[in-house]
């Protein structure tokens, strides 16, 4: 049964830094599309990072583009983000999804490719302060 859980979410400063990782279970990290999203309270639910599992090629919003990295560690089956530069509007609950497809990194990223996505993560709350 396919499985994940992130962690590293907490409480940073504003241009601070955050690690968020999703450990995956009962599949290999790389034969799904992954993805991270984040979801602010009453806002939609935003793909930051995707990731096209035929390719390796990894999408980032431009919201994040330049500031967030992602990278794999394959013997942990956990997937990686990393966050730098911190704002206060990167305030949400982080989420990290897995599911089979055929679409581009960006594609997954958007409304219609996110459904994509058939597990999902509980998430993990980060905050950033003034």
């Known amino acids: 049964q396919v499985q994940l859980v992130e962690s590293g979410g907490g409480s940073v400063q504003s241009g601070g830094s955050q690690r968020l990782s999703c450990a995956a279970s009962?599949?290999?990290?790389?034969?799904?599309?992954m993805g991270w999203f984040r979801q602010a309270p009453g806002k939609a639910r935003e793909g930051v990072a995707c990731?096209?599992?035929?390719?390796?090629?990894?999408y980032f919003s431009d919201s994040v583009k330049g500031r967030f990295t992602r990278s794999r560690d394959d013997q942990k089956n956990t997937l990686i983000l990393e966050m730098h530069s911190l704002e206060t509007e990167d305030t949400a609950t982080y989420y990290c999804?897995?599911?089979?497809?055929?679409?581009?990194?960006?594609?997954?990223?958007?409304?219609?490719?996110?459904?994509?996505?058939?597990?999902w993560g509980p998430g993990t709350q980060v905050t950033v302060s003034s």
């Open positions: 999804a897995a599911g089979r497809g055929r679409g581009t990194a960006e594609y997954y990223c958007g409304r219609t490719g996110s459904r994509t996505f058939g597990r």
């Open positions: 009962g599949f290999a990290s790389d034969d799904l599309a």
């Open positions: 990731i096209n599992q035929a390719d390796g090629t990894t």
